[in-house]
């Protein structure tokens, strides 16, 4: 049976499942994208190379998995509404913000998945030195793989630019919030605080 969807209330706080998620993959997926830009640097063909692109495919593999679980969590548990007192456009930037961060959470490291998998150089992906990733089918079986594997590579790298972009608006947004409007939107989505008034509810008690 279809059960309604709790309503979303203004000042209401993130859970602490969905806070979890937000923190634990924001932290990794900013040190993927400075390992990534490292590891593609350092001596090629090196041991140090060799290790860094293991420890690039493990965390990536992790985010993965947390990002599809997230998805699913965000699918089943609403959000807290923006404030109300965004203007159009700010709640329209948001929003894309947020889906545009969903899809590339998903999409970048899936693409990193395809490239391994289409890549001459077969390399196996061992997660943490504990169990290796299977290659995706149709991929790691391609009689050409070297255009496919160029094109995903830069596919990926385009990816990772579009997610430090969007990670550049989300940290200019979530500034503006605290300094500019001062609505402690940000608040709602720290761990050690509790529920805290927002903007909003501060106007409503008239303080
Ligand atoms: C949150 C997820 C991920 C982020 C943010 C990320 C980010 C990056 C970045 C910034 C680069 C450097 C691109 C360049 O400058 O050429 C890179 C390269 C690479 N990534 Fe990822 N990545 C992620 C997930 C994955 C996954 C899951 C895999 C594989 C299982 C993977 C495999 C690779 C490989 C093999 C390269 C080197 C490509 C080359 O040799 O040019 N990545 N990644």
Do not use: C
């Not at 948001?94 to 998998?117: C, D, E, K, N, Q």
């Not at 995903?152 to 579009?162: D, G, S």
């Not at 903007?199 to 008239?206: I, T, V």
Request: aromatic share 10%.
């Amino acid at each position: 049976m279809h059960s309604p969807r709790p309503p979303r209330q203004t000042g209401e706080r993130y859970g602490p499942v969905a806070i979890f998620f937000h923190w634990t993959i924001a932290l990794a997926i900013l040190g993927m994208l400075v390992l990534g830009t490292v590891m593609v640097r350092v001596t090629p063909g090196s041991s140090l190379q060799f290790e860094l692109y293991q420890l690039h495919k493990s965390v990536g593999i992790v985010v993965l998995v947390l990002s599809i679980l997230r998805v699913l969590w965000r699918l089943t548990h609403p959000a807290p509404a923006l404030l109300p007192t965004l203007k159009a456009w700010e709640a329209a930037l948001a929003r894309i913000t947020h889906v545009g961060f969903y899809v590339l959470m998903l999409v970048l490291p899936f693409s990193g998945w395809m490239m391994v998998s289409a890549s001459v150089w077969n390399f196996p992906t061992v997660i943490f030195g504990t169990f290796t990733l299977p290659h995706l089918p149709l991929l790691s079986t391609l009689s050409d793989k070297k255009p496919v594997e160029d094109a995903l590579k830069e596919v990926h790298e385009w990816l990772a630019i579009a997610m430090f972009t969007l990670f550049l608006l989300h940290l200019a947004g979530a500034l503006k919030h605290q300094f500019v409007l001062k609505d402690d939107t940000i608040g709602r989505m720290l761990p050690w605080r509790r529920a805290a008034a927002t903007g909003a509810d501060r106007k409503e008690q008239g303080l």
